[in-house]
């Protein structure tokens, strides 16, 4: 009887173990996402298992092109997946032509070179946003079925839950996710 409740009390051990280290992954550094809707595609598809990296943003700020995961503005109970397009501080002017950014690297602005998309800009229409220093202009890949900061304006640090780094579902698309889709 000795050894059997010494066993179970390793086992119960081990559990407990496991559960902690679980609930201590999921709270700070992963989270799981399910991509719902078109307003990613083609890169992200409606149904994609994704794995939200939630750590990386409490290092470093979030990057021009990097895809996130976030609290939309509007309901903080509701979580969107777009691309980050306009960083803190900057002025964006969206139109025909593209989207221009100006910020103080490039004051009088540059053309965004957008390859991940395959739309036409006329979607963007004519309007202007300047960000504050704690907020982020995001929009979906599908731009003509993204509702995104065109929409709602932009979104502010404080909404972001982590940076997508992988996706587990569907197996044939599985893919690690490490640079952002923009550099300069």
Do not use: C
Request: proline share 5%; aromatic share 14%.
């Amino acid at each position: 009887m000795k050894n059997f409740l010494v066993s179970l009390f390793e086992i119960l051990e081990i559990v407990a173990i496991a559960m902690v280290t679980v609930f201590l992954v999921r709270a700070f550094l992963l989270q799981p996402f399910l991509v719902n809707g078109a307003s990613m595609e083609p890169n992200f598809s409606s149904g994609d298992y994704l794995l939200i990296d939630e750590l990386t943003y409490r290092l470093r700020a979030p990057e021009r092109g990097e895809v996130i995961v976030f609290r939309y503005p509007g309901d903080e109970t509701t979580f969107y997946i777009k691309r980050v397009i306009g960083l803190p501080g900057e002025r964006l002017k969206l139109s025909k032509d593209g989207i221009i950014i100006f910020n103080k690297e490039y004051p009088d602005g540059f053309t965004l070179d957008e390859a991940y998309i395959k739309t036409n800009n006329s979607e963007y229409g004519d309007r202007e946003f300047i960000l504050t220093n704690s907020q982020y202009f995001v929009m979906g890949d599908n731009r003509v079925h993204s509702f995104d900061s065109r929409n709602w304006g932009p979104m502010d640090k404080k909404e972001l839950i982590g940076l997508v780094r992988l996706r587990l579902w569907p197996v044939p698309k599985i893919s690690i996710f490490e640079e952002p889709a923009y550099k300069l």
